[in-house]
Nanobody, 112 residues
Framework: VQLVESGGGLVQPGGSLRLSCVAS????????MSWYRQAPGKERELVAT????????NYADSVKGRFTISRDNAKNTVYLQMNSLKPEDTAVYYC??????WGQGTQVTVSS
């Protein structure tokens, strides 16, 4: 199993970024996927989840209405569209499948 994130970077408050996670080594369309984040000095927290077919999504209260998780099973890719970014969204963002499989993370920094 391999999960490879991309799309992080530096963005001003109010800006947008789209993260991508390309999965390999398993039947992607059979598994729910998640995005987590970890800010400096804080615990890793769940940001968003999506079911295997993409029909059901859930979000942390802190990102509801600003972030959207989606997936393209034909491309083995899960996305996180992040809008109206705030400095408190600054963190390393991780793609996740279950308790065991994590990507390497991609840094998102929101700062003016």
């Amino acid at each position: 199993v391999q999960l490879v994130e991309s799309g992080g970077g530096l963005v001003q408050p109010g800006g947008s970024l789209r993260l991508s996670c390309v999965a390999s080594g398993f039947t992607f369309s059979s598994y729910g996927m998640s995005w987590y984040r970890q800010a400096p000095g804080k615990e890793r927290e769940l940001v968003a989840t999506i079911t295997s077919a993409g029909r059901v999504t859930n979000y942390a209260d802190s990102v509801k209405g600003r972030f959207t998780i989606s997936r393209d099973n034909a491309k083995n890719t899960v996305y996180l569209q992040m809008n109206s970014l705030k400095p408190e969204d600054t963190a390393v963002y991780y793609c996740n499948r279950g308790a065991r499989y994590w990507g390497q993370g991609t840094q998102v920094t929101v700062s003016s």
